[in-house]
C-alpha cells in the first residue's frame, strides 16, 4: 500500500478535527493542443460535523476558447468518500493505494466540460509525510510528478484524446483554517515528450513577504533529484494581471469585489544549486482563474490562484545536462 495515498480523516477525539483538510489534485498537461486542466476534490471540516463541505472542482484552459468547467460544493454526507477516493455528483478521483493509478471523471454539461482518464505512475513519487508548519496550522503531502495517461476530455465541441497528454498528480492533507495567516508558492511543471518534470514548492505567510525553506524536485527519467533550502532562490514580482481571472463561485466572488485584481506574479523564476547540479526555470502565465475557499465553521476566506502558461529551463543535474521547455501550472495563495 502506499501511504501517501490514503486519506487521513481525523479521529472522533482530536481536538484539531475542526480545521481538517483533505485533497486528492490531478494537472493535465496536453501539449498538441496547449490545453492545461485541473480536477481537485476535497474535504474539509470534521467529518462528524453537520457543516463540514465537500467540494470538487475541474477547470480547463483552451488558448482560443478560455475556461471551462465549474466548482460544486456539497455537504460531506453528500459525496461519497473511500479509503483514497472523494466522488461527487459531478467530479470524482479515485486513487488505487496499491498501485498508486489515478482515475478522475467529469460531468459538466452545463459548463462544457467532460472528462474520464486514468493515470498512470511513471517516475519516483514525493512524500513529505512530516508535519510540515505552515504559520497557523500543518500540511503534508504526496506528490507523483510524472503519469501516463489514457482517456479523453471534452471540451466544448471538441474531444481530445489523452494519449499523448502528461499528468502530475498530489495528495495533501492537514490542519489550518482559511482566513489565517496561511498561504503558499507551488507549481508544477512539464517538459515534452521525456524531458524532465519539475515541482516547486515554498510555504510563505499571506503577503508573501516571509517564506520557508522552499524545494524543487527535477524528475528526469526514472531518476528524481531534490534541491532544497538556501541552495534554491525564487523570485516572482507581482502586478495587477494582464488577462481577466475566471472567479469561483461566482456567488461568493460577488460578494468579494477587493479581490477581481488582485497583485499576481508576471514570472517565475526559480535557480537552484548546489555541488551537484544547477537548475534554472523562468515561467510565464497567460491565464488564470482565482477559487475562493471559505472555512465552514467559523468565518475566514483564501484566495487560491492557478495560474497556467509556459515555461523555459535549463541545467545540469548529476551530470546529466538538458535544456527544456514546456507547459506549467502555478498556484499563488493569499
Partial sequence: MILGECLRPPSALEPEAYAYKDWLHLCVFDPQSMVMGIVNVALQGAPADD??????LALFHRPDGGWF??????????????????????VAIAVDPRSGMVSASVRQPDDQLALQLTAQPAGPALLVDRKMPLRAGWIS????????????????????????AQAYHDHNWGRWLWGQDVAWEWGCFRAAGSGPSFVFWRICDRDHRRFGSPML????????????GAAVSAHCPTQPPSFRLRRLPGAMAALHQDHVRP???NVLRIEARDGLGHVALEFRPRAGAQLITAEPTTRGY???????????????VDGRGFAASGLGIFEYVT
Wanted: aromatic residues 6%; proline residues 4%; charged residues 25%.
Fill in 69 to 90: 468547467g465549474n466548482l460544486e460544493v456539497c455537504g460531506l454526507p453528500r459525496a461519497q468518500v473511500g479509503v483514497s477516493s472523494i466522488a461527487l455528483e459531478q
Fill in 217 to 228: 524536485s527535477i524528475v528526469i527519467g526514472s531518476d528524481r533529484r531534490s534541491f532544497q
Fill in 263 to 265: 497583485r499576481l506574479p
Fill in 302 to 316: 483564501g484566495f487560491i490562484h492557478e495560474l497556467v502558461g509556459e515555461f523555459q529551463s535549463e541545467g545540469n
Fill in 51 to 56: 457543516r463540514a463541505r465537500a467540494s470538487g
Fill in 141 to 164: 503531502w504526496y506528490a507523483v510528478p510524472r503519469l501516463t495517461l489514457r482517456g479523453e476530455v471534452r471540451i466544448g465541441a471538441e474531444r481530445l484524446g489523452l494519449e499523448n
